[in-house]
Every structure is written in C-alpha cells, then in structure tokens.
C-alpha cells in the first residue's frame, strides 16, 4: 500500500490550510452555540426537562471521554493509512449525519414514541462533534513552524472569540430560521469545511513508501520525550477554568459590579466587550509569547487571570474593575494562543493526536461540572 509523506520542511505558515483549520473551527463554533441555544427548548418542548440533569452528566462525560478516544483512533491511522485525515473525515461526516437527522427528526414533528429519538440523536451529536474536534485541531501542527504555533492559534482564537462575540446576532438569525433548518445548515456547513481541510491538507503530502509520514513540517526535536499525560491533561483544565467563568460566571457578576456605573450595561455587552479586544490583541500578544516561551507565558498569565477572578469579588473602585477586565483579556488571550502549542510540545510523535485528546479533555471538565451542578 503506498502511504503519503510530507514534503521537505517549510519554514512559514501554510495559511490556506490554517484558514480551511479556522473555517472548520468556526464551525465546531457555531454549532455549540445552536446546540446551547436549543437543547434547553427542545427538553421543553419534548417534555424532557426531567432528564436535563442526566443529559449534563452524559454531555460531561462524553466531552472527557471522547477527545482522548479519538486521538487514539487518529494516532493509529496515521501509521495505517500515513495521515490522520481519515478519522477527520468520519467524524465529520458523522456530525454532518446526526445534524441532518435531527433536522428530519424535527421536520416530521414526531409523535409520541419517535421523540426519544431525539435525545439519543442529541448524544450522538456530542459524540459526533468530539470525534474529530481533537484530530483536526491536532493537524495544525503540520503546517505551521513549532515557533509560529502561537501565531496559528492566535487565529483560531480571533475567530473563535469573535463568533461568541457576535453570538447575540447567530441566536437571532438561529430563532427566525427554526430548529429544523438550523440543524440542516450545521450540518452543511460542518460537511463543507471538513472537506475543504481535508482536501488543502492532503495538498501537504507525497505518494511515498515511507510509513511514518505523517510528520509536522517543522523539525521534530521532542520525538524521544515520554508524553506527559498528566501534564497535559492539567494544561487543558487549567484552561478550561477561566473559560468556564468568563462564559458562565462573568455576564451575572459583571453586570451586578459595573453594570450601575456604566449606565446598566448588561453583563452581557461586557463579556462581548472582553471577547472583541482578545480577538483584537490575539496576533500581539502571541508574539509576545512566543518571546516569554510557551511555558512561562501560560502559567504566568493563569495565576495572574485568577488574581483577576477574585479581585472582581473584592475590588469597589469602578476604575480598577476596568483595569481588572482588561487584563484578564489580555491573560485570557495569553493562555488562548499558548495553550495547545505549549500541549503539542510535551508529547511524543507517537502520541500526538491522543495528548491532543487529553487536553481538551482536561479542558471539558470544568464546565462539564458547572452545568451539571447548574442542572441539578
């Protein structure tokens, strides 16, 4: 069988495929937000607000579970098929396939025993969404240099901040359209940018007989480190921690701290506020850290981003609640751009799509506990 290489070592970016990688990013982006938005109507409407606690703990897992799973399956693909497009490609389809289903699910109107398919299709969906979340991520290491990782990332972030800034807008349009066709264009939209990555990264390889070929295009100088799983896996919580209270704790606390002193702003507008000025220093900033070093930029703004947290909580000036803010998106932007870079750089080769899975596993646990508790 002949398998696919990677051509001799570049020394920039490939900026078509990290915009395909940021297209299919945007995507995975989008699609939370609908699911956020309906899951709650749905159980409503399909009487199934008796299991939404249930629902939160099997989201919770599967959101720990899948990633690492499927970073596995990618691993072993590419050393049998020479990539790991593949896994890319199922669970996009997958994905792409539960969204249509829902979609027909909700155009049929079910009757009374055909609605709990919808549950079912519910979990398959987040499960469909985890299989190929890690793997795709994981390929930006094949176009991007290791030292312009954190530049890669600072444009996923702009996208991914600047989406859940306009977030207000997507509900809208997401409540006029309706559920039905909400679903079928996700999944549309997941299908095509999944083939647009698949198709611009296969642009990265070469027929060859050389079986481990699926190699980043930067020279590899940690091949013969042990992964650090554990490591890893806290990378992606200690992540995962802020982001879980900018999104869910920041809006109420904000708009009961600020909101009187700027003329009732809601928490809201606010937290769009933070999100619109970290897509907006995301390139500085990770110039920045690629002159700091990954490991000193993360940890350093992790302690200070929790100083933050807790000053909120105390601080009475106006003024310095502001200057609060502002740092916390600055730091909230430092550990966004250095995260997974600094996560790719502790594994293996061998091990790279799974250490992949272990951080966004590490960084699913702290909602997955918040919107369990918030549930029950």
Known sequence: MEALSIPQERNSIQWKQLWSLAALYGSIVIGWIA?????????????????????????????????????RLGDRYRFIKGHRIPIITAGMSFAAMVFMAVAFTLFSNPGEIFKWVLPILIVFWLIA???????????????????????????????????????PIIVDIIDYIGAPLTFFAGGTVVFISGYALKKNSLTLFKLSDNKENDRPI?????????SRFVYIFFLGLALGLP???MFNIF????????????????????????????ALISLPVSGLVNRI???RSFWGSFVLIMICVMSIFFVQSTGILLVICLAFAFMFTSISVS????????SNYYDKVFCVGVFFSGAAVPSGILEAIQAF
């Open 35 to 71: 699911y956020q938005n309906y899951q709650p109507k749905l159980l409503e409407k399909f009487e199934f607000t008796d299991f939404s606690f249930a629902l939160m703990v099997f989201q919770g897992i599967i959101l720990v579970v899948t990633p690492p799973i499927a970073g």
């Open 218 to 226: 930067a020279a590899i100088t940690l091949d013969t480190q042990k």
């Open 129 to 167: 969404m985890s299989i190929f979340t890690s793997p795709a991520l994981s390929t930006l290491e094949l176009f991007t240099p290791v030292d312009k990782l954190p530049r890669a990332m600072a444009i996923l972030t702009i996208v991914a901040n600047l989406i859940y800034a306009i977030e």
């Open 339 to 346: 995260s997974l870079p600094l996560a790719m750089s502790l």
């Open 243 to 245: 982001t879980t209270i």
């Open 251 to 278: 809006p109420d606390l904000l708009s009961a701290r600020l909101g009187d002193a700027l003329s009732g702003m809601s928490g809201k507008v606010m937290l769009v506020n933070i999100l619109v000025l970290s």
């Open 293 to 295: 070093g990954l490991q």
